[in-house]
C-alpha cells in the first residue's frame, strides 16, 4: 500500500504534468510557494518511498526527452476539456461558468481575444456568452460590419472562467489562463488576432503603452521561430457601449482587419 508520502509526491508529479501539458513552465515566488519551501524538508519528503511510485511515474527527469509528438496530442476539444475542468488558479472558486471559446474552431480567419467575463447577480447571460449579452451583439454587428460571418471567427477571453464583479483576476491568474490561450492559438492558427481591451492586448502584444497608443497598428505574435499571427488592438465591447465616441476608432481597427483578410466589400 502506498504511504502518505508517496500519494503526495504522486499527486505533486501529476499536477506538474498536467501544468507542463497546459503550458505552465515557471512559478512565480509567491506567499505560498515560499512559505511551502522554507517549511518543506524535500529530502524528508523524497524518502525511500518513492520506489512504491508506479515505475512509468519514476521518470520525472524524462519528461523533457519525450518527443512532443508522442506525447498527448494537443487537440481544440483536449484544450476546451481542460477548461472545463480546470483548478489552476484561485479564481476557479468562484467562477460561475467556464467558457473556452465559441466559433470556428478550424483555422479561423479572426480569432478575438478580450478579458474576462464578469456576471453580476442577477444577470442571465446567455450559454456560451463571451462579452456578455449586449456586447456579443456589438461583435456579431462588427464582423458583419466588415463581411466576415460567425463561423470564419472564433472568439474568446484570456481568462475563461466567468467570475461575479467583485472578483479581479491578478496578474499570477492572467498568466496561468494565459497558456490555455496560447495553445489555443496553436491549434486554431488564426490568420489575424484582434484584442479587445487592456487585458488582451498586453496578454498578446507585451508591450506596457496605453490602449489609446497601442491600437490602429499590427504587431506580432509569436507562435514559433518560424510562425507569427498578426494581433491588432482595438476597444473593448464593454467600453464602447459606455463611450460610444470610441466606435469610429474601433471601425478604423476593423477596416485594417478587412485589408488584411482581403474582405471584399460586397461579398
Ligand atoms: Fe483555470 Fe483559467 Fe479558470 Fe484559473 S481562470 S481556474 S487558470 S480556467
Same mark, same amino acid.
Given at each position: 500500500m502506498k504511504s502518505r508520502k508517496a500519494e503526495i509526491l504522486y499527486s505533486v508529479y501529476s499536477l506538474l504534468q498536467y501544468h507542463q501539458g497546459i503550458g505552465v513552465t515557471d512559478y512565480p515566488l509567491g506567499g505560498a510557494v515560499t512559505s511551502f519551501l522554507e517549511a518543506a524538508d524535500a529530502t524528508q519528503l523524497v524518502g525511500p518511498d518513492i520506489r512504491e511510485i508506479p515505475q512509468e511515474s519514476q521518470n520525472l527527469q524524462n519528461i523533457e526527452d519525450v518527443p512532443p509528438t508522442r506525447r498527448t496530442s494537443i487537440t481544440y476539444e483536449g484544450i476546451a476539456g481542460e477548461v472545463c475542468s480546470c483548478t489552476g488558479c484561485v479564481l476557479h472558486a468562484k467562477r460561475l461558468s467556464v467558457v473556452p471559446g465559441v466559433g470556428s474552431t478550424r483555422h479561423p480567419k479572426l480569432l478575438i481575444v478580450g478579458g474576462w467575463l464578469v456576471e453580476e447577480q442577477g444577470d442571465s447571460l446567455p450559454e456560451g456568452s463571451i462579452f456578455g449579452g449586449e456586447e456579443d451583439g456589438m461583435v456579431s454587428r462588427m464582423l458583419a460590419a466588415i463581411h466576415?460571418?460567425? $463561423? $470564419?471567427a472564433f472568439i474568446t477571453n484570456v481568462v475563461k472562467c466567468t467570475i461575479p464583479g467583485d472578483c479581479h483576476p491578478d496578474h499570477e491568474n492572467i498568466n496561468t489562463c494565459f497558456s490555455f490561450l496560447k495553445q489555443q492559438i496553436q491549434v486554431l492558427k488564426p490568420e489575424i488576432i484582434c484584442t479587445m481591451g487592456i487585458v488582451a492586448a498586453k496578454a498578446l502584444v507585451k508591450n506596457s503603452q496605453s490602449l489609446s497608443q497601442l491600437r490602429g497598428k499590427l504587431y506580432s505574435f509569436t507562435l514559433s521561430e518560424r510562425e507569427t499571427i498578426p494581433v491588432i488592438p482595438t476597444y473593448h465591447p464593454t467600453f464602447l457601449l459606455a463611450n460610444p465616441e470610441f466606435k469610429r476608432a474601433t471601425w478604423e481597427d476593423l477596416q485594417i482587419i478587412a485589408k488584411y483578410l482581403k474582405l471584399e466589400k460586397d461579398k
Open positions: 466576415l460571418s460567425p $463561423e $470564419e
